[in-house]
């Protein structure tokens, strides 16, 4: 008889038991009960305002858009392996890992977030304005992108 270490419970046969449920099944129920949510909200708000257009066709395509999210992820659980994060008894050292590559120091950022500073100033100043924000902008992205290809952090 062995214990579970997070249940306490006892199992025959030498094996700890683990409870695991759906992928992503937490996620998709809460997309998908945002329509039983907001598609109520919709008839009651087109009914009291005499199915005034721009509010009542905005909530419709809210419920449409929670349908599309949480379809999706009702499609997606069904193909993907279980995740740490799926199993209610998991620790927090079962998600540990590699999470990403990340630059330890770039200016391209602020180049990209000036361009676009520059572009968002050309609708209000002049439309001349937002072609040299654009350009900025193209430049810091494509330093941002190209950043590990060349140079000191080069793979």
């Not at 129920?29 to 009914?47: D, E, M, N, Q």
């Amino acid at each position: 008889m062995n214990a579970d270490r997070h249940t306490g419970q006892q199992h025959a046969g030498g094996h700890t038991e683990q409870k695991q449920s759906r992928p992503m099944w937490v996620e998709a129920v809460l997309f998908t009960a945002g329509i039983l949510f907001f598609l109520p909200v919709a008839l009651i708000y087109g009914w009291v305002s005499d199915w005034e257009s721009v509010g009542t066709i905005s909530l419709f395509l809210l419920c449409l858009m929670f349908a599309l999210s949480g379809g999706y992820l009702i499609l997606t659980s069904r193909r993907i392996d279980p995740r740490p994060e799926d199993n209610p008894t998991a620790d927090i050292e079962d998600r540990t890992g590699e999470v990403g590559v990340f630059s330890p120091h770039s200016w391209w950022p602020l180049v990209l977030g000036i361009g676009a500073a520059i572009a968002f100033f050309g609708v209000a100043i002049g439309w001349w304005l937002v072609g040299i924000g654009a350009v900025v902008s193209m430049i810091g992205l494509t330093g941002q992108l190209f950043e590990f290809s060349r140079g000191q952090h080069a793979h």
